[in-house]
């Protein structure tokens, strides 16, 4: 059984474990205060382009998101989320539960758009209503599509006129920035946005994020509200190391690339066979559209989700690769399914 499930399966990649092995008895100050979290942040800095960032690092995605957005919303105030958003469907509430709500919009790829944003204003008008003040997207987004530097640049504009907050999840933002059709560099996003995260947990290592707050009246405090909710780690050096190993010479992106590249070819393959898929996903996800007598039999020796039903005798699956993806596993697929399509 070999699983196309998620991006997190594996456990890390071996530089990081090595990394790990040859610091583990060296004596450090906790809490994020030690010297590799020091040279990761510095390093980071330096790939964004800007020295004035808080850089602050987190085990998950989840953790990452409901500190920073209770952090920075007010408590009238509420976040705008596709219907798709992983804040919305796959954390539990946890936003809610800090005591912010999220307005859900209808969205047919993923993303949030300038309009979309608009209607979630004017559907919350005055203070009988909670506040939008919050645009909360993440890139790649849930169904794997991608923002594009336009797009993105709409969004911070409209943003900034209404005096919202733009807030980007990044738990893959490794597969957005290497994807073909990619045209943000990741410099762009700590200009376009008030804070967005770099994720790891999905990209390479054992766990960690990286929250970049680029917003100076975001900073105040944070690591009080870190604490607060169960994120500052006494042994934060853990995250830190990664996260200088991941950046020290780009292997971030070359896992990134990995992952993407055979996403691809499974991509061009399934394309090739008449497939079609349930959305565009040019990165580590995709979406194909298959007979469900088909995806039962995959499911003999491959693990994925079925993602939703399409009618009486199709469904939509998700497929995801990883950097740890081995790339004779993804031709035994292909194999397998040619053989099952007549």
């Known amino acids: 059984m070999y699983s196309f499930k998620n991006d997190y399966s594996e456990g890390a990649h071996p530089r990081i474990l090595q990394a790990l092995i040859e610091s583990n008895l060296e004596q450090v100050d906790g809490y994020g205060e030690d010297c590799y979290t020091a040279k990761a942040v510095e390093l980071i800095k330096g790939k964004i382009k800007n020295k004035d960032v808080d850089i602050h690092f987190f085990s998950g995605g989840t953790q990452t998101n409901l500190t920073a957005i209770s952090a920075f919303l007010r408590p ?62 993440s890139n790649p987004t849930e169904i794997g599509s991608i923002y594009k530097k336009a797009e993105l640049d709409e969004i911070s504009s409209f943003c900034r006129e209404k005096n919202l907050l733009l807030f980007m999840d990044g738990a893959r933002l490794g597969s957005a920035l290497c994807s073909e059709e990619n045209d943000v560099e990741l410099s762009d996003l700590a200009a376009l946005t008030d804070a967005f995260y770099i994720g790891g947990t999905k990209n390479g290592a054992l766990l960690g994020e990286a929250l970049v707050i680029c917003n100076p009246n975001l900073k105040e405090d944070f690591r009080f509200h870190m604490k607060q909710k169960g994120a500052l780690l006494a042994k934060g050096r853990i995250l830190g190391i990664q996260f200088l190993e991941l950046f020290r010479d780009d292997l ?4 990134a690339r990995h992952a993407n590249d055979l996403a691809g070819q499974i991509r061009k393959e399934l394309s090739s066979m008449g497939y079609k898929f349930l959305t565009h996903s040019p990165s580590n996800q995709i979406f194909p559209i298959l007979p469900n007598s088909i995806i039962e039999k995959l499911q003999d020796n491959y693990a994925f989700i079925v993602w939703s039903k399409i009618d009486e005798h199709n469904s939509s699956i998700r497929l995801v690769t990883s950097w740890a993806t081995k790339e004779k596993a993804v031709l035994k697929f292909i194999e397998d399914l040619r053989g099952l399509t007549v």
Do not use: C, R, W
């Open 76 to 137: 009238h105030e509420a976040a705008i989320a596709a219907n798709t958003g992983h804040i919305l469907v796959h954390e539990t509430g946890a936003i809610e539960a800090t005591g912010h709500k999220i307005i859900s919009m209808e969205s047919d790829n993923g993303k949030l758009t300038a309009n979309l944003i608009k209607a979630a204003l004017d559907a919350h008008t005055d203070e009988h209503m909670v506040k939008p003040k919050l645009v909360y997207i």
């Open 252 to 255: 971030y992106f070359e896992l």
